[in-house]
Structure formats: structure tokens, C-alpha cells
């Protein structure tokens, strides 16, 4: 007689059949509902914490690489008679263009950097005063493609580009001139005196990220230079390149073309700056994924209680299976297929429900804002305006493979007991 295959057609039928159970018998079925839902539920917290994971630092990458320098050039200065360290770039355009020459390197552009007060009317905040030129800030991402900016950066040289959270503490709209105070101004024989100068608002920009709407104002270069008493120099060099998450391979190149150009110079890439961040974010997303995966053992454990009541309910129909030819593999098949099923249609459910949370996050976020009241996302602490989701295949897969993984091998121990069990000691009182 010739062995039936593992897994044959009837070995489907059985699990079936079990999976069915009658209405007297409803604990099982009860126990399987338990299973499935919890599986479900487990899948759909992985998925979606996956994707606001994957969103939250495409987000936060995203928004910081589009209004700002994906590596800085900048001058490790010399100590002056003083005791001061002068870090002057005197032949930043030649650096500039040293850097553009670079293989990788999409961008450059020479920047002043200040802090100020800025007031309108009976307002007053502190800003970042950027000074850039009209050609560069048009190339700038983040400031130039914005979508929510209003106004006509072709004025630039006529007067400032302003954040959208500056212009909403300032109430200051298109048109307005605005002060800005500076401490470090005129020096004069009795000390130096501050620097008020008024320049109207020609644009208003969001770049997506709170901190930088909230602080930064953009200065034509050579305005700058005057503002801030730095004629004939720059405080560094601004330097895009075409694939950011790359970026440690480029600073030995830009290293070396500012070498050729002047000594002591110093490359800080935006991993530097935004590191600790970054690695936070790391170290959190390996923490959530333990987390996670444990819940989605402990709904896997679900189907094991499932598969033990299953087996002590069909402790007779074992025996008569045994008695009649089947072998230990095919009865352990069986209930490994009843345990496996649970767990695949689980994880589909997961995945269905993960992903559609991924892709409808933003209604979803709103009516949890309006039951609640509003106020739930702070972009001050956040820096960010909303919760971001990005469905990745990988995440996706991911969670897929640690669901159905601990969904086979938790089954397996039940469908072994199931399989060893003594036909006579099963039918002994029947």
C-alpha cells in the first residue's frame, strides 16, 4: 500500500472539518475566534508602528535635508592676538566652487549665519538670520518648493524670507517691514552700539519642520555681510549632494578639493548634527520591535490553548484515526494544519488592517483629533506638523514572517502531543 504524501487532500479535509466545530463543542471554535482576532491585532500594531517608524524619520530626514546643508565647509581658525579664534572664509567663492567640482556634489553656496531680534509693532522674537544669495536660496528645496509658502521669492534681494511660525508670532504678513536688533553693531569710541535695521517681507515659507519655521530668516548675502560687520568673508559653505544617507564617503573628497584652496578646513555632514537624534530613533525602533513581537507571541500562544482543547475534544476521533491506519505524521498534520490555518488568516487580517491604516493615516489622525478635542499633536515638541506613515515591503514582510514563523512553531508542540497519543487509551471508554 502506497504512503499517502504530508499534507494530502484529506489530511485538508480533516483540519476543515475540525476547524468547523459544532455548536455543542463551541469552545473550541470560541478559542479560534480568540486567536485569529488576537494574531490579527498583534500584526496590525507591528505594521502599523512599522510605518509610522519608517514615516517619522523620512519625515524628519526629509525635512531637514530640504532647508539645510547636507555637509558644511567651514574654517578651523587661527587664535588672534586676542585670544580669539578667527574662523573667516576670505576665498569662499573659490571654495564654493572647489566643492561644486566634486563628483556626488549637486550644490554649493557661501552662507552668513547671525542671531537677532526681530520685532513688529509690540512683538518681538529671537530668529537665525541666514544671509544667502537670491541664485542659491532658489535652489534650496525645502524654502523655494515649499507648498504652503506665499509671496514672490524672486524679490529676495529686496528684502528678507521669513518662517511661517516666525510670521505668526510677529503677526507679519507679505509687505510688512520688520526690525531686526542686532547686539553686535556700529563700533563707536564709547563701545559698540546695536544695529537696527527695517527690511520688508517679500516671502513666507514652512519648511515642514517646527524649529526651523519658528527661527530662520533668510538675508541677501552681501546684506548680510554688512549687517553683521563679516564684509569680504563668510562663515561657511552650504553643500548638497545627490544622495544624502551616503554621505560619509564624500568628506574625504571635500576634505581634499578645500585643501587645495585653503588650509584648516573642516567638514561637519548633517549625520554630525542631527546624529544623537538619529541613533535615538535607532534605539527606539529596536525597542518597539521587541515590544511588538512579544504581543505577537502571546497572540500566537492563543492558538496553542486552541489546539490543546481541540485535541482533548477529539481525543476519540484520534483513536479511531490511529485504529484505522493513520500514521503519527498525518495526525500531527492535521492539527498543525488547524493551528497554521489560524495563523495565516490572521496575519492576512494584520496586514490588511496594518496597511490601510498606513494608507488612510491622515483621516484617521484627524477624526482621533476631533474626538479628542484637537491639541493632540504638538509640532513644538514633535517638530513636525502631523503623524507620518510610510508602507514599506520590507516592514511589511517583516512582521509577515515573525507572525506566521512563531504561528508554525508554536503549533507544532500541541500537533505533536495530539499525534502520540495511545488509540487505546483514547477509545478505552468509548
Known amino acids: 500500500m502506497a504512503t499517502p504524501l504530508p499534507f494530502s487532500r484529506f489530511e485538508w479535509l480533516i483540519a476543515w472539518r475540525y476547524l468547523r466545530a459544532r455548536r455543542a463543542e463551541g469552545g473550541v471554535s470560541v478559542m479560534t475566534w480568540i486567536s485569529l482576532i488576537g494574531i490579527a491585532l498583534a500584526v496590525f500594531a507591528l505594521i502599523a508602528t512599522l510605518a509610522v517608524r519608517t514615516g517619522f524619520r523620512s519625515e524628519f530626514v526629509g525635512t531637514v535635508l530640504g532647508a539645510n546643508a547636507h555637509v558644511t565647509l567651514y574654517s578651523h581658525g587661527t587664535v588672534t592676538e586676542q585670544g580669539q579664534i578667527d574662523r573667516k572664509l576670505t576665498e569662499y567663492d573659490a571654495l564654493a566652487e572647489a566643492a561644486a567640482a566634486v563628483p556626488g556634489v549637486i550644490r554649493t553656496a557661501p552662507l552668513i549665519k547671525g542671531q537677532v531680534m526681530a520685532s513688529l509693532r509690540q512683538r518681538s522674537a529671537g530668529v537665525e538670520v541666514f544671509g544667502i544669495s537670491a541664485a542659491n536660496i532658489a535652489t534650496l528645496p525645502g524654502i523655494a518648493q515649499s507648498e504652503a509658502a506665499i509671496g514672490d521669492l524672486s524679490r529676495f534681494d529686496e528684502g528678507v524670507a521669513l518662517g511661517s511660525g516666525v510670521a505668526r508670532e510677529l503677526g507679519v504678513s507679505v509687505g510688512d517691514r520688520i526690525k531686526l536688533i542686532s547686539p553686535n553693531g556700529v563700533k563707536t569710541a564709547f563701545g559698540t552700539s546695536p544695529r537696527v535695521n527695517a527690511y520688508e517681507v517679500v516671502y513666507i515659507f514652512t519648511a515642514g519642520r517646527y524649529d526651523i519655521d519658528r527661527t530662520r530668516l533668510y538675508m541677501p548675502f552681501a546684506e548680510a555681510q554688512s549687517y553683521f560687520n563679516r564684509e569680504g568673508y563668510a562663515d561657511e559653505i552650504e553643500v548638497m549632494v545627490e544622495d544624502p544617507e551616503t554621505v560619509d564617503r564624500m568628506v574625504l573628497p571635500l576634505l581634499q578639493a578645500g585643501d587645495e584652496v585653503a588650509s584648516g578646513i573642516g567638514v561637519w555632514t548633517w549625520r554630525d548634527a542631527s546624529g544623537g ?117 520590507a516592514d511589511v514582510l517583516s512582521a509577515v514572517a515573525l507572525s506566521l514563523t512563531l504561528s508554525f512553531v508554536i503549533t507544532i508542540f500541541p500537533a505533536r502531543r495530539a499525534a502520540r497519543m495511545n488509540p487505546v487509551e483514547a477509545l478505552r471508554y468509548e
Open 277 to 393: 537624534f538619529l541613533r535615538a530613533l535607532e534605539v527606539e525602533d529596536n525597542v518597539m520591535f521587541i515590544i511588538l513581537s512579544i504581543l505577537v507571541l502571546i497572540a500566537t500562544m492563543n492558538i496553542v490553548s486552541g489546539l490543546i482543547m481541540l485535541v482533548k475534544n477529539k481525543g476519540r476521533d484520534i483513536g479511531i484515526l490511529r485504529t484505522i491506519g493513520l500514521s503519527e505524521g498525518s495526525v500531527m498534520r492535521v492539527f498543525f494544519l488547524c493551528g497554521a490555518c489560524t495563523g495565516v488568516v490572521g496575519t492576512l487580517l494584520g496586514v490588511i488592517l496594518g496597511c490601510l491604516f498606513a494608507i488612510y493615516i491622515d483621516p484617521i489622525f484627524s477624526f482621533v483629533n476631533y474626538v479628542m478635542g484637537g491639541g493632540v499633536w504638538d509640532p513644538a515638541i514633535r517638530g513636525i506638523y502631523a503623524l507620518p506613515a510610510e508602507l514599506r515591503l
